[in-house]
């Protein structure tokens, strides 16, 4: 007996090359090849959080599923409806790139927007920091695929950060740089009880600390590839710049800002994996959670709500009854 695991089975494992009559793509000739080398008493067990491509595919294939289970997410995971669930969710959470302010080729100055996101990840850090969780925090920016826009990010967030800093360590500049990310108080910590907030007096300290630690800005791409894990994530807090690489298996830890204004294309499978956001989070943690995004993207994963809900409500019934997906 045998027992076949495959992870992310909607990703690589499906015939890529199903719109040409007898051809098949490498993973799915390999998978095809392993289960026949096996008892024929084997189970081959597909799992995704994304399964749309499984449900689609043509039902005389041998990936196409015999039986269906559903799986529910632990009562402390963070996930898409946590944010977009409800106008109270979205309101607290998602702020609004305006098409105005998304970066063109012939763009100049800095995005208004993300010096937003970026003066907020600041802030929200410092707030962390008082409340004395010292966890590594990250800011996420998933602006386009194209490795040079991702150095384009990198070297104005960089600057950006760098010029903050040079404030810092200015004694002339420090208490307007103090203004100038305090500003961003009210929306930090509206979510917060008014007994349980620290004073913007407070906040000063821990503001410099967050500064004064290195932030490790970096793209993630085919081109710069982390290569080791456990040594990277050892750093105290990072912006991280990406496409693909940073989508579907990545896990960002300890994601505090994200900024999103890559275009959604077609398939909604790719774009639920963009959201890097879900995940665990402490309860201040989340509270102090923000998401930019454009309005193509808002309105995707509000939408993608309704079409899970309704995917598995079908499902479901069919389930309990114990019944072969085909039928």
């Known amino acids: 007996l045998s027992l076949i695991i495959d992870d992310e089975a909607d990703q690589a494992s499906l015939n890529t090359k199903a719109s040409s009559?007898?051809?098949?793509?490498?993973?799915?000739?390999?998978?095809?090849?392993?289960?026949?080398?096996?008892?024929?008493?084997?189970?081959?067990?597909?799992?995704?959080?994304t399964a749309q491509a499984l449900f689609c595919i043509p039902e005389d294939d041998p990936l196409s599923p015999e039986y269906v289970s559903l799986s529910e997410r632990n009562d402390n995971y963070i996930g898409i409806s946590t944010y977009f669930g409800s106008k109270e969710s979205k309101?607290?959470?998602?702020?609004?790139?305006?098409?105005?302010?998304?970066?063109?080729?012939?763009?100049?100055?800095?995005?208004?927007?993300?010096?937003?996101?970026?003066?907020?990840?600041?802030?929200a850090v410092s707030i962390l920091r008082y409340f004395g969780e010292e966890k590594q925090l990250s800011m996420l920016c998933h602006p386009d695929s194209l490795q040079s826009t991702h150095e384009d990010y990198r070297v104005m967030i960089s600057r950006r950060i760098g010029y903050l800093q040079e404030m810092l360590d200015n004694e002339e500049y420090e208490n307007i740089l103090f203004e100038k990310l305090l500003e961003h108080y009210d929306e930090a910590l509206k979510a917060i009880p008014p007994e349980s907030r620290p004073t913007r007096e407070d906040l000063k300290k821990y503001i410099g600390q967050t500064l004064e630690d290195s932030i490790n800005i970096a793209c993630i791409n085919t081109k710069n590839k982390v290569k080791d894990l456990?040594?990277?994530?050892?750093?105290?807090?990072?912006?991280?710049?990406?496409?693909?690489?940073?989508?579907?298996?990545?896990?960002?830890?300890?994601?505090?800002?994200?900024?999103?204004?890559?275009?959604?294309g077609k398939n909604s499978d790719t774009i639920q994996q963009r959201a890097r956001f879900c995940g665990y989070k402490s309860h201040n943690?989340?509270?102090?959670?923000?998401?930019?995004?454009?309005?193509?993207?808002?309105?995707?994963?509000s939408n993608y709500i309704v079409t899970e809900t309704s995917v598995r409500s079908g499902l479901k019934a069919n389930i309990d009854r114990r019944k072969p997906f085909l039928k």
């Open 21 to 49: 009559p007898g051809q098949s793509s490498s993973t799915y000739s390999a998978i095809l090849q392993l289960r026949a080398s096996h008892s024929r008493f084997h189970t081959f067990f597909q799992i995704t959080a």
């Open 91 to 123: 309101d607290l959470h998602v702020k609004v790139i305006e098409e105005s302010d998304l970066p063109t080729p012939d763009s100049e100055g800095f995005p208004e927007s993300l010096n937003y996101a970026i003066e907020y990840f600041i802030l």
């Open 230 to 264: 456990d040594s990277f994530w050892q750093q105290q807090n990072h912006i991280l710049i990406g496409g693909a690489s940073i989508e579907r298996g990545f896990t960002v830890k300890g994601i505090l800002v994200t900024y999103l204004c890559r275009t959604t």
């Open 285 to 301: 943690h989340l509270l102090l959670s923000r998401l930019w995004l454009d309005q193509e993207n808002i309105d995707f994963f």
